[in-house]
Every structure is written in C-alpha cells, then in structure tokens.
C-alpha cells in the first residue's frame, strides 16, 4: 500500500523525504543536547563554577528554539503531505465512482461507500503525516544513537541496540490478531454508519408504521457489537503500548545499570555515563514515536484498503469508434440477454428491438417485464451477458462512454435534484445555458410559471433530492433539463408518472415537443401516454410479446388490449 500511495503524485515523495529529514534534525537537537546537559552536569559534579557552563546552557537554549521551530514545521509539512495524498484520492475515488456507475452503486450501501470516501480518506492524516515518516526516521535515529553508543562503550551500545531490535518485533507479533480485529472494526462501523444513514432518509417511514422504536433497538444493539468490537481491538493496541513501555524501561535500566559498573570498574569517565543515562532514553524516543504513531492510525491500513479496492474495481471497457450525426441515430437491440447480479432469471431473453432514426417507440407491460433494464443497457448501466446493442450499427461498447451518454437524455420515473437552486439543477444538462435558453426550456415543460413563483425564482434552494417542491414540480424540472440537452436519444421512464391529471395534458404536448425528430423509448405504466407512439412493444419475462402501431393492437384484442383494459377498469 506505502509504494501506491507514494506513486499517486510526484510531490508526496519529495514532501515526505522533507519531513524524515525534518524528524532527524529534531532527533539531532534531543542528541546535541543530551551531550551538552552531560559535559554541564560533568563539570558542576567536578567543582567548577557556574561560568564553566554558561556557554554549554546557551548552546542548549538555541536547540531548544530550533527544536521548536522544526516541531512547527513538521506540523505543517506533515498537513501539506496528508492534504496532497487526500486530495488525489478523492479525486480518483470520485472519479472512478463515477465512471463505474450505478451498477457498482447497486452493489454497495449508500452508507458504506460514503464512509470510504469520507472517514477513509481522512485516515491518511495519521497514516502518511505521521506514521510513514516516522518509520524512516525512527529507524534511522535510533541506529546513529545507538552507534555513539557503541563509540563510548560496545556493552552498553549492545545492550540498547538488543532492545530496539525488540521494539519491532511487537508489532509484527500482534498484527495478525489486530489485522482480524481492526477488519471486523471497520466493517461494524461502516455497517453502522450505513445503518443509521438509512434510518435517517427513511424517518418517513418509520414513523408512518411506527416502527421507529423498533429500529431503535436494532441500532442500539448495533452499536453495542460495535463497542465491544472497538474494545477488542483497544485491547491488543493497549498491549502493544504497554510491551513498548516495558522495553524502553528495561533497555534504559540495564543499559545504565551497565554503564554504573564499568565507571566502577574505571572502565568509564562520568561524563560518558552521565552522557549514556542521558542518550539512552534518547535512542528510545524515535522508536517511542514511532509506537505512538502506529497507534493513531491503526485504523487507517482497513481503511486505505477499502479505498484502494474501490480503485481497483473493474471498469466497463470504452472504444474510441468516432460517431458523426446528422440527425437521429438509429438503435438496435441484436439477442440481447442480460441477468441482474444474485438473480436467476434473465431480465432480458433473447431480445431483439429496432428502432428506426427518429421513431417513437413505447415500451409496455407489467412491472418486472424488462422495460427499464433495455434503457440502462441503451446507457450502459450494465452490459448485456449476450448479443449486443448498437447506435447507427456501432456497438455501444465501441462507442466512448461520454460520446454514448451524450447521445441520450432521460426523464426517469424517480427525478433526482441536487441540493442546489432550481438554475442549478436544470444547467447540469448544459452548463453553458443563457438564462434566456434555461428559461425557454422550462416554459415548454411547463415549469416556468411555479418557479418563478418560488421564493426567490430560479434561485430557490430545492432541497435534499427537491424535497422542497412537489414530486409533479421536480418531474417537470427533469423534463427541462432534458429539453435542454438537446440529445438526438430520448428515453421517457414514466416521465408523467408524478403530473397530475390537470397538467398531465400540457406535460404530454411538452413531451410530444421533446420527442420530436429524436429517437425515443417510451417506458410507460401509464397506458394514456403512449397514444402518440409510432409502435408500442408489449413486453413479458424480457421478451417481446407484441409489437405493432397501438391503434391496430387495441383493435386486435391482444396483449396490449387486455392491459388497455385492466387499466381502464382499474381507473374506474
């Protein structure tokens, strides 16, 4: 993971590189001065007035200030490295998300995926400002300390390089308890927070059944697992602690223990003992730093590398195949045969469509019959397991994901807007729009005489998902946005689904307007709005059951007939 995260930018190597040598150079003023308070203290116990040392307390004074100057700019760097690494994962993590699509959204918890790219992310604060940096440097202080050790005594220098040799070795000893610990941690608090996210959109809900009490309860005894999950793994990491502790006491002891005996033995000035008492504990320090640098960003190894899988998912293939057009394309569904993931059934079986350049055609039949899957496929949502799909006779998988996506605009059944201003919300199709374009396109879709007659225009907040307008009023918005993107594909998902009967008439004329001299799929419950299409497909377990103009299937008593029927019948 360290090699990844070092190649996602040319800076975080250099910015890091940085920071050891920062971190060695505050190790130097702790060794200088050690040095400096042992000859101090040296002189003093020999009898030699105050004078003696005043320039060896000056000298101490300015590693102080400088110690303090470094301390500060490690702070810095150290937010500077973890900022840079942030914000390039962010970018890639948004980025890859988003070229994956809703399929890989089907795939994982709203909850789960945010709190990798929220909360994981965040975790590289410790990871790469702390802990990686201090790997190198803990490692790199301890040998040169340890090394003038030797210099004044190889037993003593033996006896501290013994015990940072221990040091490593307890993290390595308790990794693989803390790596089980630290996965079964993460995956309580994403299914928690994933928990709690979904309780919170769904309050509606809850209360209307009022089962609020009861998801109560499951969430506290979520929390509960999750507790005790965060104890264990605490546990191991308190252990660690404590085995670091013990090592740096006992290494400390007996090398000064040592030491006391070979100044005994006459082996040893006072000097140099009082400089071994003094640099012994000094050798320890990058290591102790070390240690408490592992332990705030234990949590950061699962969490980067749920990241990193994020990254590393599959993309759908894109070709470079140019698409000129000079009108609308036509589309063609060749023995397309396509399955949900977890599910046995196709949701397409063999399906074979074409559609004509600028042919409307409806896209009829109960709920589970396929129609919606045949739009995700036309988007590439999805790819099919079989046949393939293609625009003008080009494969939609030769095409490049943004040129195909460009082709096609979608009024969905479940419009979705951004918490944003209404202007917002309709310039996401066409963010160049003149507000004279914006506001053309909202009169055709029948929305610009509510919005202006919001509190503040075209520039009302709407809300989370446009909570604040009426589901009528965002399906009009989405009919605009769509009329604003001018795409030679139109697909309409139940795009009447939320008007009322009152408007459903200028909502339709709006439509036929949209539909004109486009190729357009027309996925209908609503069996009223289909009456203007060229050919309606009755569809039935992902294949076609009927095809033809609606006027001659309703005059043949066929599928389309008896839907025709129970739906009138329905509506009385």
Not at 247 to 255: D, H, P, R, S, Y
């Amino acid at each position: 993971m360290i090699p990844r995260l070092l190649a996602l930018s040319p800076s975080i190597g250099w910015r890091l590189a940085g920071l050891v040598l920062l971190l060695l150079s505050i190790t130097a003023t702790y060794v200088g001065q050690g040095v400096l308070v042992a000859q101090a203290l040296a002189r003093i116990f020999a009898g030699r007035d105050a004078g003696s040392i005043l320039w060896l307390v000056a000298a101490v004074v300015v590693l102080q200030l400088a110690r303090s100057a470094a301390l500060a700019v490690r702070e810095s760097l150290a937010l500077r490295a973890s900022g840079a690494v942030k914000a390039e994962l962010r970018r890639r993590l948004t980025g890859k998300l988003l070229r994956l699509g809703p399929a890989y959204a089907q795939r994982v918890r709203t909850g789960a995926a945010q709190t990798t790219l929220v909360d994981g992310i965040e975790t590289a604060d410790a990871y790469v400002g702390r802990f990686l940096p201090q790997v190198i440097a803990a490692v790199l202080g301890a040998i040169a300390v340890t090394a003038y050790l030797f210099t004044l005594d190889p037993l003593v220098g033996g006896v501290v390089l013994a015990c940072a040799l221990l040091l490593p070795v307890l993290p390595l000893a308790s990794d693989r308890i803390l790596r089980a610990r630290n996965a079964a941690w993460f995956r309580g608090y994403k299914g928690l927070y994933a928990e709690n996210l979904d309780a919170l959109q769904g309050m509606t809900t809850l209360k209307a059944f009022n089962a609020s009490t009861r998801r109560g309860a499951e969430l506290a005894r979520l929390a509960e697992r999750f507790c005790r999950d965060s104890i264990r793994l605490m546990a191991i990491v308190i252990g660690y602690v404590g085995g670091v502790a013990l090592i740096i006491g006992l290494g400390t002891a007996v090398a000064l223990g040592a030491g006391a005996l070979r100044l005994a033995a006459g082996e040893l000035t006072v000097t140099e003992l009082l400089i071994i008492l003094l640099l012994t504990a000094e050798s320890f320090r990058p290591l102790k730093e070390l240690e408490a640098a592992y332990h705030s960003s234990y949590n950061a190894v699962p969490s980067l590398k749920a990241v990193f899988e994020i990254l590393d998912t599959p993309e759908p293939a894109q070709g470079t195949t140019p698409l000129g057009l000079t009108g609308p394309p036509s589309v063609t569904f060749d023995a397309v045969t396509f399955s949900y993931p977890g599910r046995r059934r196709p949701a397409l079986d063999r399906f074979h469509l074409d559609v004509a350049p600028g042919e409307r055609v409806a896209l009829v039949g109960r709920s589970g019959a396929g129609k919606t899957t045949v739009a995700s496929l036309l988007l590439r949502w999805f790819d099919p397991d079989a046949g393939r799909i293609t625009v003008n006779g080009i494969d939609v998988r030769d095409l490049p994901l943004e040129r195909l996506r460009a082709l096609v605009a979608v009024v969905s059944q479940d419009t979705y807007l951004f918490h944003g201003s209404v202007r917002r919300n309709l310039a996401l199709a066409r963010p160049d729009a003149t507000a004279g374009r914006l506001e053309a396109a909202a009169r055709a879709a029948q929305a610009h005489e509510f919005i202006t007659a919001l509190p503040d225009g075209y520039d009302t907040v709407v809300g989370e998902r446009g909570l604040k307008l009426s589901g009528g009023e965002r399906q009009r918005i989405a009919i605009a946005r769509a009329l604003l993107k001018d795409a030679p594909i139109l697909i309409l998902d139940e795009a009447t689904s939320s008007v009322d009967a009152a408007n459903e008439s200028a909502i339709q004329h709006a439509l036929d307007t949209l539909s004109g001299g486009r190729t357009t799929l027309m996925i209908a419950h609503r069996l009223s709005t289909v009456r203007t299409a060229d050919r309606v497909i009755v569809m039935a377990d992902g294949r076609i059951q009927e095809a033809g103009p609606p006027g001659e299937l309703l005059a043949g008593q066929g599928a389309y007939a008896r839907l025709v029927a129970a739906q009138n019948g329905a509506s009385r």
